[in-house]
């Protein structure tokens, strides 16, 4: 079975502790608990996808904190990443 | 709990014993480098500082270098200087005598010049050598540690495994008397609030804040977005997708006790307990600052497997990616990523880089150290004039 992991339970973002496919579904700890998600892309280990649908401007959240916001409507199962999310922090090109 | 190791006379304790040519400036390396052929056995310390640099920029060299000096892995120390710098080998070899050791330092020009310069280095160093293989190993506690911890090429691996597991090892080094230097100022960017919580005092509180604002107002003022430099191309491909997510994960590798003070990069804390140490989270910087600050040994979780190491203070690379530890074991000295299988708890992990940590304080070499991976890199803050 593939796995991931959840960080915290107010996380909208799951981490892949291997690689897969699309249609995959993956068994999703999160601290005692498992839950299943069938992601929709082809993503590698160590990235991220979503638990839920993250819209456009809605902060992406791991670890229980904010780690940056969808710059794009982002689908259940899809990649979170560099591609449509966007760092609060240390923006010198918005300032 | 008892380590072994070489008891300087200022108390402190050593967990390496080198005998180090330390140049003060840059222009000085060429006769160090020349002593170190000579003598291959010393502990060859050269950099790019040293001069032509203004105010604070000028002042934190200057600190880094003595701090090295001092450092107790280093048990004695021939300072070489050109005599034109603004940090000069008379300065340095003043500071670093403070600790008692061994110093002397040496004046290219006022020798006249390179060759009667290496004759009377080489009469230094031949004492030195001998007087240092000398001394021996006593047992001490993990109280004399000052352990620096340092993450470097991350990936969602490090935040997961291998900064928590060492986050263990740090509070174990506190709750025994120890003192842990971690820092990496843009990797606390987005996490700060969670590490404040943990301030000893308002004083530091405010110092933890000044520093991260600091650090995110020179990324605002270079008019780029820090995503590309931190988290770098490398973070990126393993998984890490912005420096929020980069520092909630790094800054579990200091792991959950009172942060007693911020310290300046490369100075030396004054009392025991958890530290922070501002500087940058780019590898040769952040070991160098770590050597500077006093740390002996340095622990090093990586997700990629960086193969950097420290020259002053060895470094136990640990890593939670179990691509990594099959694929860069060579570089690689404890292997946590039965976290990520699923297969050891934190506390497990934590205990094998703990038993680690007493093997390399005792004297076994670490990878790096095997390899001889290291630099001197001092975080440079201003123009060169």
């Known amino acids: ?95 | 709990m008892t380590l072994s190791g070489y008891v300087r006379p200022d108390g402190s304790v050593g967990f390496r014993n080198h005998v180090a040519i330390l140049s003060s400036v840059g222009c000085a390396n060429d006769v160090a480098i020349r002593l170190g052929r000579m003598y291959p056995n010393a502990l060859l310390l050269t950099h790019r500082q040293g001069c032509a640099q203004l105010g604070n920029d000028k002042e934190q060299s200057a600190r880094t270098l003595t701090g090295i000096g001092k450092n107790p892995n280093i048990a004695a120390v021939l300072v070489i200087g050109m005599g034109c710098e603004s940090i000069t080998a008379e300065y340095l070899a003043e500071e670093i005598s403070k600790t008692k050791k061994m110093v002397e330092f040496l004046v290219v020009l006022e020798e006249g010049g390179l060759m009667t310069a290496l004759p009377k280095g080489a009469r230094f160093l031949d004492q030195m050598i001998s007087d240092a293989s000398q001394m021996t190993r006593v047992p001490c506690g993990l109280d004399a540690l000052t352990l620096g911890v340092k993450c470097g090429l991350t990936d969602t691996t490090s935040g997961i495994a291998s900064n928590p597991a060492i986050g263990v090892v740090a509070d174990r080094v506190i709750e025994s008397g120890g003192t842990v230097v971690f820092g990496e100022t843009p990797e606390v960017i987005g996490a700060e609030h969670i590490l404040a919580q943990r301030a000893a005092t308002p004083e530091v509180k405010r110092d933890l804040y000044r520093v991260v604002n600091e650090c995110e107002e020179r990324v605002k003022a270079s008019g780029m977005d820090i995503r590309g430099a931190n988290p770098a191309p490398g973070n990126i491909a393993g998984g890490i997708t912005t420096i929020e997510e980069k520092s909630l994960g790094a800054i579990k590798k200091g792991g959950g006790k009172t942060l007693q003070g911020v310290l300046g990069y490369g100075e030396i804390p004054k009392g025991k307990g958890l530290y922070f140490m501002d500087g940058p989270g780019r590898t040769p910087e952040a070991l160098t600052g770590l050597s500077g600050a006093g740390a002996q040994i340095i622990i090093f979780p990586t997700g990629g497997g960086s193969p950097a190491g420290s020259l002053i203070s060895p470094v136990i690379k640990v890593t939670g990616n179990p691509r990594t530890a099959e694929r860069l074991k060579d570089h690689i000295d404890i292997d946590v990523s039965r976290i990520i299988k699923g297969e050891s708890t934190l506390e497990e992990a934590g205990e094998s880089v703990f038993q680690e940590l007493l093997n390399v304080a005792s004297g076994k070499a670490t990878r790096s150290e095997r390899l001889g991976y290291g630099m001197i890199s001092i975080w440079n803050i201003g123009p060169h004039m």
């Not at chain 1, 791991?62 to 409507?73: H, L």
């Open chain 1, 1 to 95: 079975m593939k796995k991931a992991i959840v960080m915290d339970s107010k996380d909208n973002v799951a981490t892949l502790l291997t690689d897969v496919d699309a249609n995959d579904v993956v068994q999703v700890m999160m601290g005692d608990k498992t839950t299943e998600t069938k992601v929709q892309e082809k993503i590698q280990f160590g990235h991220k996808f979503a638990m839920e649908t993250i819209t456009k401007g809605q902060h992406v959240v791991k670890y229980g904190e904010v780690i940056g916001q969808a710059t794009q409507d982002i689908g259940e199962g899809q990649h979170v990443h560099v591609h449509n999310v966007e760092s609060l922090r240390g923006r010198g090109d918005l300032a």
